[in-house]
């Protein structure tokens, strides 16, 4: 069993759309929690970032954090055709490495 | 204000060649990661650095691989004697701490096609 689930996807929703992301894990151990968002044959760019369960809002991105069902979710609203990519969840426990999903392909229709 | 630069972007090799990959972290960044991210999966930590020092170095290969990251100069991360399923993205990240406190922002990341 790998340390983090994520569905691959492809998911595809219309423009304007709220897609939810989600991510499980097994390590309790796991404090920190990122959400990456990573174009075609780019970097993966920071989204968001959270320390400990509960919410947190950026724009049209809210990150949620449930550290006892070992679960995370990314929230886009009003969906672009510019957040077409892959979605990359990222934890850590102790402050070094990253521990990454697989990643979830998104497609968002004009 | 420049970000995580890498170099080169896209680099072949032959197999049994060496590769030398270059990582220079964001300004006042003192910690530096590097991650692999084969066809279809995704990333996979190798190895975390600070300057002259190797943090941990549990998801690097045993053989063929090192990194460095001296006092002066980028990080760099070599493989001796490449083989095919070396080929990957090879990303580099820095923090200004360590991460969790501090998270950790990438490059654009190399390329390497081993023929």
């Known amino acids: 069993q790998k340390e983090v689930e994520q569905d691959p996807g492809p998911l595809s929703v219309p423009e304007g759309a709220i897609v939810s992301l989600n991510c499980t894990y097994s390590n309790s151990a796991f404090q920190y929690f990122m959400w990456y968002r990573q174009y075609s044959r780019k970097g993966p760019e920071l989204l968001m970032y959270t320390y400990s369960s509960g919410n947190k809002e950026d724009g049209r991105f809210t990150a949620q954090v449930d550290k006892s069902s070992k679960y995370i979710s990314l929230f886009i609203r009003d969906s672009q055709p510019s957040d077409s990519a892959t979605y990359l969840c990222a934890m850590s426990a102790y402050g070094n490495k990253l521990v990454f999903g697989a990643g979830t392909i998104l497609r968002v229709k004009s | 204000n420049a970000g995580v630069m890498q170099n080169p972007r896209h680099l072949v090799r032959r197999r049994g060649q060496e590769a030398r990959l270059r990582c220079s972290p964001m300004k006042g960044h003192s910690h530096v990661y590097w991650y692999r991210q084969l066809p279809e999966e995704g990333l996979k930590f190798m190895v975390y650095l600070q300057k002259e020092n190797i943090i941990d170095e549990s998801g690097m290969p045993k053989e063929r691989f090192s990194a460095e990251f001296p006092k002066e100069g980028p990080s760099i991360l070599r493989i001796q004697q490449v083989v095919r399923g070396d080929s990957a993205a090879y990303f580099c990240?820095?923090?200004?701490?360590?991460?969790?406190?501090?998270?950790?922002?990438f490059g654009p990341g190399t390329r390497l096609l081993v023929l």
């Open positions: 990240a820095s923090s200004r701490s360590q991460a969790g406190e501090e998270t950790q922002y």
